[in-house]
């Protein structure tokens, strides 16, 4: 069979392929591409490997928000993408920073992949979000100031990320720290999901703070800890119990300290 017959019988395999997914699914406003592994796509791009990945990453972005769950599939694209062009470097990135905000499960795997792409690509994010990665997700300090290091040596890093990385150790609180890295993740990109995923870490951050000074206010004058945080509102200390975007609730300890809740 010759290399033509090849391309055109995987072109009708993703057709039929389709359409039984298509005929089987309840109806969704986004129907997935069938992704080959990634030897199969290699033979038949016709060499437009470039081509390939750029629209394999489309169609795997636009899964967000689809998935009810595990986001196993968005990982297997990643690593279909990354070895089709080892150096297309936003999968890296964004797989490190935003595949485990969205599915924690998948922190193991964020990281392999960013490791690859420190070893295979050449763009400061990937070291500075694999960095970020280990500190937010794993607490790992160690492996954090190494790639935070590495983000740091990189060529063309922003000026805002670099001091970032450089001052890394120097806030000995992981709060303050986190919010420092998100701050500067949010300042240097355009990427619409990624300064949203930003922008609630922040107000995340911030409403944890805020709780936490009015918890202190609240026993300086009272001489006891308030038992709810709406205690707070009815002592006047809170205009009202902030809405975090990530749909935490929090409850006081007979300590003081804040205990989140998932609705």
Not at 59 to 68: F, R
Not at 206 to 223: C, F, H, P, T, W
């Amino acid at each position: 069979m010759t290399r033509i017959s090849l391309i055109i019988l995987l072109f009708f395999g993703v057709i039929f392929l389709q359409y039984e997914y298509d005929a089987k699914k309840p109806p969704v406003d986004f129907a997935p591409l069938v992704v080959f592994p990634a030897p199969v796509l290699r033979f038949a791009d016709l060499g437009l490997d470039s081509a390939a990945t750029s629209l394999l990453w489309l169609n795997s972005i636009q899964e967000i928000g689809t998935v009810n769950g595990s986001y196993e599939g968005l990982v297997s694209d990643i690593r279909t993408i990354n070895t089709l062009d080892p150096k297309f470097a936003y999968p890296y990135a964004f797989a490190e920073l935003v595949v485990p905000a969205l599915d924690p499960s998948k922190i193991a795997d964020a990281i392999a992949i960013g490791h690859k792409g420190v070893k295979d690509a050449s763009d400061w994010r990937i070291p500075f979000y694999l960095a970020s990665a280990y500190l937010i997700h794993l607490d790992d300090r160690a492996n954090a100031l190494t790639y935070f290091d590495a983000a740091a040596r990189a060529p063309g890093i922003p000026a805002g990320i670099h001091a970032t990385a450089l001052n890394f150790g120097t806030q000995k609180d992981k709060r303050a720290q986190t919010k420092a890295i998100w701050t500067s993740i949010y300042d240097s990109t355009n990427d619409e999901i990624l300064r949203d995923q930003a922008q609630a870490n922040i107000a995340h951050i911030e409403i944890l703070d805020m709780l936490e000074r009015a918890v202190s206010l609240y026993k300086k004058e009272k001489g006891t800890y308030p038992e709810r945080a709406e205690d707070m509102v009815n002592a006047g200390i809170l205009k009202d119990i902030p809405r975090d975007p990530f749909g935490f609730t929090y409850t006081i300890e007979s300590d003081g300290k804040l205990k989140s809740h998932l609705r």
